[in-house]
C-alpha cells in the first residue's frame, strides 16, 4: 500500500492465510468441552472452477494426493449457484483439516487461488448441525447455524463467534457471515 493510498483511506484487503485451517482441531476442543459439540467428521472446499484441462488436473491431482497419503472420503459435487464443492469425510478432524488444507494449497499454488470461495467443518450438538465456514479472501472463519432455510439460529451463532474468538480468526463484519445452505459437508 503506497502513501497515496493511505492518504485517501484506502486498504488493502486481508490476505487468506492457509494455515489459519489448523486452528480448527483447537476450535472442536473448545466446542466439545463447552458445548458438548462434536466434529461431523465432514468438511469442503467451494470454489468456481474455470473450464479448461489446465483446472481439471488441479482437482485430479488433489485427489490423487489425498488417497495417496491418506484414506479420506472424498467427493466432487456441484451446486446450483455453479459452485464446486470438495466434500472431505475422515474419523477425524485432523485429517478432515489437513485434506482441506492440501485442497485450498493445491488450488491455490496452480495459481486458481480468486477462484475459492470458502471451507467449512461440519460440528453436531443435540442433533443440531453447525459449521465453521472460513472466507478465502477474507481470511477468517464465522459460524453458520442453519434451522430450517432461510432461518438461522443467530443465537447460536454470536454464541459460537464469543466462545471461539481466542481459537480462530473470527470474521467481526456480520454481513459477511453469508448462509451456505445445503452446503456438503455440512
Known amino acids: 500500500m503506497g502513501f497515496f493510498d493511505s492518504l485517501l483511506g484506502r486498504s488493502e484487503p486481508p490476505k487468506p492465510d492457509l494455515d489459519q485451517l489448523f486452528g480448527l482441531p483447537s476450535a472442536a476442543i473448545t466446542l466439545q468441552v463447552s458445548l458438548g459439540a462434536l466434529p461431523t467428521g465432514a468438511g469442503s472446499v467451494a470454489f468456481r472452477a474455470p ?3 489446465a483446472f481439471a488436473d488441479v482437482v485430479a491431482d488433489v485427489k490423487q494426493l489425498l488417497t495417496a497419503t491418506s484414506d479420506p472420503d472424498l467427493e466432487v ?4 449457484f455453479g ?3 470438495i466434500t472431505v469425510r475422515a474419523s477425524e478432524i485432523t485429517d478432515v483439516v489437513n485434506a482441506l488444507h492440501a485442497i485450498n494449497v493445491s488450488i491455490q499454488d496452480a495459481g486458481f487461488g480468486p477462484q475459492l470461495l470458502c471451507s ?4 453436531e450438538r443435540d442433533g443440531q448441525r453447525f459449521a465453521l465456514v472460513y472466507l478465502y479472501k477474507r481470511g ?3 459460524p ?9 439460529d443467530s443465537v447460536l451463532e454470536l454464541q459460537l463467534r464469543d466462545l471461539l474468538r481466542d481459537d480462530v480468526n473470527m470474521e467481526q463484519d456480520l454481513t459477511r457471515w453469508f448462509p451456505v445452505w ?4 455440512l
Open 51 to 53: 473450464e479448461g484441462k
Open 77 to 80: 459435487t456441484h451446486d446450483a
Open 83 to 85: 459452485y464446486t464443492w
Open 120 to 123: 467449512l467443518v461440519g460440528f
Open 140 to 142: 477468517s472463519f464465522y
Open 144 to 152: 453458520f447455524a442453519p434451522v430450517t432455510e432461510p432461518q438461522r
Open 182 to 185: 445445503g452446503a456438503p459437508g
